[in-house]
């Protein structure tokens, strides 16, 4: 059983086209978070989700809306993209609120915008 | 604002061979640090944690230590082997700007050559 699950796994679209990443965790955890990574390859966060609610907002275009239904639940939403967008979304998860403990990650979501 | 550096950027060694890689970080306020492993194509995996009143953590023929104070963590890899080739990214955790979150290095890239 996968821990964190994301899909789909590689998404290509258009310039302005609205597109969802989701993502799923069966380990129990209260906290998930969002990571994108960029053709440099460098990892940083963009939104973190305690228990459903919002604890983390890095400064992330409002066309980037992070929704969780549930805990074990966290889909980012991403309006109007831009060729910017371009780069791999990875989910994580965690067991504590703070996340002092170990992340878990995706496999991440490869995103190209055309 | 807190920084991880990572050297060297990309590291090629013969099997069996013993290695450490580097990171630095700005901010000695941290909570935690990890050491993550990231394969082409795949998510990340968690390595070793050390929390911040730790000085190290050993898991197998990996070891990392922590020096809170100079800012300054090594992960040390005993007899390399060609399994071991993959990006490791090393990560704080810390409160910044009222927030805790983990701020990545961009990772060094290591092949170990049969």
């Known amino acids: 059983d996968t821990a964190v699950s994301q899909t789909p796994k590689y998404l290509v679209t258009q310039m302005g086209n609205d597109k969802s990443i989701k993502c799923e965790q069966n380990?129990?955890?209260?906290?998930m978070y969002w990571y994108k990574q960029d053709s440099k390859k460098f990892l940083k966060i963009m939104f973190s989700?305690?228990?459903?609610?919002?604890?983390i907002n890095e400064t992330v275009p409002n066309r980037f809306s992070p929704k969780s239904p549930d805990k074990a639940h966290l889909n980012l939403h991403i309006n109007s993209l831009e060729l910017g967008d371009s780069a791999v979304y990875f989910c994580?998860?965690?067991?504590?609120?703070?996340?002092?403990?170990?992340?878990?990650f995706g496999a991440g979501t490869r995103l190209s915008v055309l | 604002k807190q920084e991880v550096t990572q050297i060297p950027a990309a590291l090629s060694v013969p099997e069996g061979e013993n290695l450490v890689l580097n990171c630095s970080f700005t901010?000695?306020?941290?909570?935690?640090l990890q050491w993550f492993r990231q394969d082409p194509g795949k998510g990340l995996t968690s390595l070793l944690l050390i929390q911040s009143s730790q000085r190290e953590q050993t898991s197998g023929r990996l070891n990392a230590s922590l020096d809170k104070s100079s800012g300054r963590s090594t992960l040390y890899i005993a007899a390399s082997q060609p399994g071991d080739s993959a990006t490791y990214l090393c990560a704080v955790k810390g409160a910044q700007g009222g927030s805790e979150k983990l701020v990545f290095g961009k990772g060094t890239k290591l092949t170990v050559n049969p």
């Open positions: 989700y305690n228990n459903k609610e919002l604890i």
């Open positions: 901010d000695s306020a941290i909570y935690n």
């Open positions: 994580a998860s965690s067991q504590d609120s703070r996340g002092l403990d170990i992340q878990y």
């Open positions: 380990l129990g955890h209260d906290t």
